[in-house]
């Protein structure tokens, strides 16, 4: 899987440059977009995109870095050279802020419509204390297009390894993007034992929907299948991405990067992942030894998004602005005029998938 990796806003691009400086991609395949110039980091040397021509912010409206994003397609911005080596493009965003949650859905569907690419977008959720950003998160996940591939780390959930400090929460989290990032592209891969082909953990990676990426270096041998199953219910309990009630996986692919003498104790019905995911549609294997830290990891791909979290997040949302004068906050008027707070509009991520790969420009600008 060859990637480009997009990072957007000012979080995304800090995402990317820890993913360049750790050496999991090498900066020329890298983009950073942002609406404004000033967050570039002086030392990075890649492709640079400023979204809006007055290289302005966008103070947290995304409707504003939804424009910018439309103008910069418009005026041939994203008109970029050697796309054709790239089978997929990662877009890493956090979407609490304006530009990365304003931009993020519309870019997203250009390099999958247009540019015909596999599109990943790894979301970065926020510490759900800010009232503007959980009205971004909500709005967020409710424009963005179902058919497209999701992840959600959130970053609240890396706070008390962190000792509550947001912004070594916030490298964590980059730390993270970087291990599902090697997991997803095969980097860790090895000579398999199993009869399986490069296409099948593609084909785990590339399903349409939400997906969960996990992986776990083992501090000691495994005794026995108990022990594995404790380890893999580990996994799943401490899970840094945003969790779904009735997830539903349609693929599952397994990563065991397992000493031989250990193999006795791998419980290979995987049944607490599917118990945690559901029983996958397919279910592939990749059984290796590296002859260095053993490690487990697994994809859980095609679910549902999170609704259920993601209403509860909503509902928050609501009862903070509860406490607001909206009639005289500017803030929620906008968001009024964007029928954001119209309480009886249905809380529906659901969006029809259409099969319009390679579209131009033009008719690209024209459907959305």
């Known amino acids: 899987m060859n990637i480009l990796l997009v990072g957007l806003g000012a979080a995304g691009g800090k995402a990317v440059q820890t993913a360049v400086e750790e050496g999991i991609i090498k900066e020329e395949d890298t983009i950073l977009i942002n609406s404004t110039s000033k967050d570039f980091p002086p030392e990075y040397q890649g492709r640079k995109i400023v979204l809006s021509d007055k290289d302005t912010g966008c103070g947290k409206e995304r409707p504003i870095a939804k424009e910018y994003a439309k103008q910069a397609i418009s005026q041939g911005k994203f008109n970029l050279e050697n796309m054709g080596k790239y089978t997929t493009v990662i877009l890493a ?40 950003g959980l009205a971004n998160t909500v709005d967020f996940f409710k424009e ?18 962190a000792m509550q400090n947001k912004f070594k929460a916030e490298e964590l989290a980059n730390r993270e993007m970087i291990q599902r990032i090697r997991v997803l592209t095969g980097q860790d891969f090895i000579s398999s034992k199993q009869n399986i082909d490069d296409t099948d953990i593609l084909k785990v990676s590339n399903t349409s929907g939400y997906m969960t990426v996990e992986k776990k270096f083992l501090d000691k041998p495994l005794v026995d299948q108990d022990d594995f199953n404790a380890v893999v219910k580990k996994m799943i309990y401490n899970s840094k991405s945003v969790k779904s009630e009735n997830p539903g996986a349609v693929r599952l692919g397994v990563i065991l990067n397992i000493d031989p003498a250990s193999e006795d104790a791998i419980d290979y019905t995987f049944d607490k992942i599917k118990e945690a995911y559901g029983n996958p549609y397919e279910c592939f294997l990749q059984e290796q030894w590296d002859g260095k830290r053993e490690y487990i990891a697994f994809i859980a791909s095609g679910m549902q998004m999170p609704l259920d979290e993601l209403k509860a997040v909503y509902d928050r949302y609501q009862e903070a602005t509860s406490k607001v004068n909206k009639n005289v906050d500017a803030f929620y008027k906008a968001l009024n005029d964007m029928s954001m707070l119209d309480e009886d509009s249905k809380f529906d991520m659901i969006k029809p998938v259409e099969n319009n790969k390679g579209m131009n420009i033009s008719d690209f600008l024209d459907s959305i």
């Open 144 to 161: 963005v297009d179902s058919s497209l591939i999701i992840q959600a780390i959130s970053n609240k959930a890396f706070l008390r390894e």
């Open 93 to 132: 965003t956090s979407i609490e802020g304006g530009t990365g949650s304003g931009s993020t859905p519309l870019l997203a569907q250009y390099f999958s419509k247009v540019c015909n690419k596999n599109v990943h977008i790894i979301a970065f959720a926020g510490f759900e204390e800010d009232v503007r």
